[in-house]
């Protein structure tokens, strides 16, 4: 089974600052991929980062990188320079990689606001 | 070019009555998704096909059926819709596993409102 954990249910950030969205996971399988997603108000699902578990570095993507620390478990969002487009919730989400198993899991997501 | 199209965006409709949503990538894709994401946000998975096989059914209830004509459609069919069927529903597409190189990130469609009154 996988779980993902995020534990801050909303955050405030002040414009043009830098902010860290937790995420945490947990699963048996040795190789899985890990993303993010945000959600704006508008409802559509963007697809932010992917790190893979092999992966030696980690993944940036523009002002969104990814600090995977895979003994924790851990695979924290970094939004550097935040902008007020940014308010949205995340959602951190994993799949394993073992036997072609096609299951996403999502955690129950950050709601990020941004303060000008 | 929309990616991942579903239609309705927005669905209100009375209990009892049944519904369908359909789903429609042009990515090339092996594999779709069905999400439900309640009122507190939380997105769970429903299906998931692969190359118009159904290889996850997450205990939804039989009253939705999905039904995958090829691998570039996916629909969602819900039977004696209740209450607490109201939600949106996204379908979402990717890459197999080992179906091409990099990520397989999901592609999402914009969502399908459903009401239930």
């Known amino acids: 089974a996988q779980k993902i954990t995020q534990t801050q249910p909303g955050m405030f950030v002040q414009e043009k600052e830098a902010v860290t969205l937790d995420c945490t996971y947990d699963?048996?399988?040795?190789?899985?991929?890990l993303f993010w997603y945000k959600q704006p108000s508008s409802g559509e699902m963007i697809f932010l980062i992917y790190?893979?578990?092999?992966?030696?570095q980690n993944a940036t993507e523009g002002r969104y990188s990814l600090n995977f620390q895979k003994a924790r478990k851990s695979a924290n969002l970094v939004i550097s320079a935040s902008q007020l487009g940014d308010s949205a919730m995340y959602f951190c989400?994993?799949?394993?990689?073992?036997?072609?198993?096609?299951?996403?899991?999502f955690g129950t997501g950050t709601k990020l606001q941004v303060i000008p | 070019d929309t990616a991942v199209s579903q239609t309705p965006k927005y669905l209100v409709t009375q209990m009892g009555n049944d519904k369908s949503i359909k789903c429609e990538q042009n990515?090339?894709?092996?594999?779709m998704y069905w999400y439900k994401q309640d009122s507190k946000k939380f997105l769970k998975i429903m299906f998931s096909?692969?190359?118009?096989?159904?290889?996850i059914n997450e205990t939804v209830p039989n009253r939705f059926s999905p039904k995958s004509p090829d691998k570039a459609h996916l629909n969602l069919h819900i039977n004696s819709l209740e209450l607490g069927d109201s939600a949106v529903y996204f379908c979402?597409?990717?890459?197999?596993?080992?179906?091409?190189?990099?990520?397989?990130?999901?592609?999402f469609g914009q969502g399908t409102r459903l009401t239930v009154v």
């Open positions: 979402a597409s990717s890459l197999a596993l080992g179906q091409g190189i990099g990520s397989t990130e999901a592609f």
């Open positions: 699963t048996s399988d040795p190789s899985y991929g």
């Open positions: 790190q893979g578990s092999y992966d030696q």
């Open positions: 989400a994993m799949r394993p990689n073992s036997g072609g198993y096609q299951k996403v899991t």
């Open positions: 990515l090339g894709h092996d594999t």
């Open positions: 096909y692969n190359n118009k096989e159904l290889i």
